[in-house]
């Protein structure tokens, strides 16, 4: 049964991924309003996504994980098929709106589905490499696609998100062949709801360590959430990157990223959870706080290795809560984490843009570098005395 799961999820994963838009998405937006409108579509997009995380996990976790991405590979057909033939700015905001409650009914739902199959077979051991292998392919699709999109988009410019509806719909035909896994089930009511949500938040802050690793990955995925959906394109701009080039240094970060995902294992393999992340935090770290002294070349590479190392840093997130989350309560889980997670970003945002327009984005990224940099020193002298003074490695 894992095997046969583990498949369609790889299509499902490429699927939904299959994002022809990704290097004219702006200019298709600016057919219908100025910069200020797509302001608000990307708030809209980022407030959808980041209330809806908790609802929807708990809706996977309650009526089961193939039923939540048959619904969520639904949503986003419909919201992509909407986009390619919306008249208007209100109707464009709508498939928005649409996308985001599929994209949050998939998050955490795959990562769920693929760990209970594994450890419904006795094959557990082996969820940091599917996971890895599902990423691989989440990033690849955007690069292939996005570099058709670019054609498409000179034929017609609603064709790249024809394409993209299209991609969806193979990734719901595809989500009916899914077996679901037998974990604990719970009949669903509005008092289950409300518990399996609660339940959600304690499996992430349950018992100390838990409690610590989650605070760990939280404070690197709000700068994580910061740079990939705002910093990282402001920073190609200030770079010196063009239209054109900025399309292709995109194509080549998620290729670099898909294939630096698998590196993960390696990683895990020498090092314990808790310091493989406190390497990545410290990379991340360092590949903002340099960014006020590059240039092209060299600013395009750091967008490169934080980008990569962005990528490992989910992957060891999922195994890290996968790994104390029981199997019942494991997609509100991940939901609930991806919903915290994004909170800081949907509040500061704004902030954030304002910022950068004030004191560029390379002073940005150089604040919030030192930030993270300072508290992943402190972690690292946490974990150092812990095991000096207990003799036990607690990674």
């Not at 709508?94 to 955490?108: K, N, P, Q, R, T």
């Not at 709801?193 to 802050?205: H, P, V, Y």
């Not at 500061?348 to 843009?353: D, E, L, R, S, T």
């Amino acid at each position: 049964m894992a095997n046969h799961n583990i498949r369609i999820a790889y299509v499902l994963a490429f699927a939904k991924n299959t994002w022809f838009w990704l290097g004219i998405w702006i200019f298709y937006y600016l057919r219908f309003t100025n910069y200020s409108g797509i302001g608000l579509i990307e708030t809209t997009l980022v407030i959808t996504l980041t209330l809806a995380e908790i609802p929807t996990g708990a809706i996977a976790d309650l009526l089961g994980k193939k039923k939540t991405l048959i619904a969520a590979f639904l949503f986003e057909a419909i919201g992509a098929f909407m986009m390619a033939t919306a008249p208007s700015f209100l109707v464009l905001l709508s498939s928005v709106f649409v996308m985001c409650i599929g994209g949050a009914l998939y998050s955490g739902t795959i990562d769920a589905l693929v760990f209970d199959s594994l450890k419904q077979d006795g094959k557990e051991d082996s969820y940091i490499k599917k996971i890895a292998n599902i990423n691989t392919l989440s990033l690849i699709a955007p690069a292939m696609c996005g570099v058709l999109g670019g054609f498409m988009y000179k034929i017609d410019p609603t064709l790249p998100f024809f394409a993209n509806g299209v991609g969806y719909t193979v990734g719901l035909i595809a989500a009916f062949f899914l077996i679901e896994p037998r974990v604990d089930s719970i009949k669903f009511s509005i008092s289950s709801f409300i518990n399996q949500t609660k339940q959600g938040i304690k499996q992430l802050f349950s018992i100390g360590e838990v409690k610590n690793k989650t605070i760990l990955l939280l404070s690197i995925g709000f700068v994580v959430v910061i740079g990939s959906e705002m910093l990282n394109s402001f920073l190609g701009v200030e770079f010196g990157f063009k239209e054109t080039e900025l399309g292709v240094l995109w194509s080549v970060i998620y290729l670099t990223s898909a294939v630096s995902s698998q590196a993960t294992p390696i990683l895990t393999k020498y090092f314990k959870n808790n310091f493989s992340i406190l390497f990545v935090g410290i990379v991340i770290a360092l590949t903002l706080l340099v960014s006020p002294f590059l240039g092209l070349a060299i600013g395009g590479l750091s967008l490169i290795v934080r980008t990569s190392f962005e990528g490992i840093f989910g992957n060891l997130s999922s195994s890290v809560i996968n790994a104390h989350t029981e199997s019942k309560y494991r997609a509100t889980t991940i939901s609930t984490f991806n919903m915290i997670k994004n909170v800081p970003y949907v509040l500061a945002a704004y902030f954030i843009g304002s910022i950068s327009d004030q004191i560029s984005a390379k002073n940005t990224a150089f604040i919030l570098g030192v930030a993270l940099l300072i508290y992943m020193s402190y972690q690292c002298l946490v974990r150092v005395k812990h095991l000096r003074l207990d003799g036990v490695d607690h990674s």
